[in-house]
């Protein structure tokens, strides 16, 4: 089994200032983890992910996320927000011996971002 | 760039009719998948298919089933909608080979926001 947890629903920034999402993740095998944002009616886009290898990732629009396998976490960072990241973030896990490639989604993180 | 399309951004119905989502996507992806989103429940995995006319149930099949007669369209089926079954639909798609597990990225639509009054 696994699953995924995000711990703040919501998080509240300044432009400028660092961004934190927080992630936790159980899997029974080796993962691949996931960030995905979805601005206001939109589909979701994937942001990075980790396949075992390099466990800093970095992904698009200056996002990175380090995967702690001892701590069973993959947060979510980017040095200076800017407006156009309001929008929510989901940590997704999947595992290889998961049939048919399923991911299994956190509850999402909603990110405010104030000027 | 690889593209997903829903047939409806938007959709309105009475309970008890049948209902159909269509999902197209244009990367020759062998999997294929139909989500539900809702508030504070993020998503959750309705239906999946790894390969034309095979289906796997998700995590809340209830009340819905799918037809994947082609390789590039899946459609959501709800044969007697519910109020309860007012939500945001997203489909995916992802590579992967049929029949063997691989952990690839999916591929997401723009959602249909279907309401059931």
């Known amino acids: 089994a696994q699953s995924v947890t995000q711990l703040d629903s919501h998080v509240s920034v300044s432009e400028g200032t660092p961004v934190l999402l927080r992630c936790n993740y159980s899997s029974s095998y080796s993962p691949s983890l996931f960030w995905y944002v979805q601005h206001p009616n ?3 886009q994937l942001l990075l992910k980790y396949t075992s290898a390099a466990t800093l990732v970095k992904g698009i629009n200056g996002f990175e996320a380090e995967f702690k396998k001892s701590e069973t976490s993959f947060h ?4 200076s927000a800017h407006m156009s990241d309001a929008a929510e973030y989901f940590c997704v896990v999947s595992s290889l011996k998961a049939a048919g490639n399923k991911l299994t989604f956190g509850g999402g993180t909603r990110v405010l971002v104030k000027p | 760039d690889v593209k997903v399309t829903q047939s409806s951004r938007y959709l309105v119905k009475r309970t008890g009719e049948k209902v159909f989502l269509e999902c197209v996507q244009d ?3 062998e999997n294929m998948f139909w989500y539900r989103q809702d508030p504070g429940l993020g998503l959750r995995l309705i239906y ?10 998700g ?10 007669e082609k390789k590039e369209r899946f459609s959501l089926i709800l044969e007697s909608a519910s109020t309860n079954q007012t939500s945001m639909y997203l489909c995916a798609s992802s590579p992967g080979v049929a029949g063997i597990v691989r952990s690839y990225e999916q591929y997401f639509g723009p959602g249909t926001r279907l309401t059931v009054t």
């Open chain 2, 48 to 57: 999946f298919s790894y390969d034309v006319k095979m289906k796997e149930k």
């Open chain 1, 76 to 79: 979510l960072t980017k040095p």
């Open chain 2, 59 to 68: 995590d809340i099949p209830e009340g819905y089933s799918v037809s994947r």
């Open chain 1, 42 to 44: 939109k589909g979701l």
């Open chain 2, 27 to 29: 990367m020759d992806h």
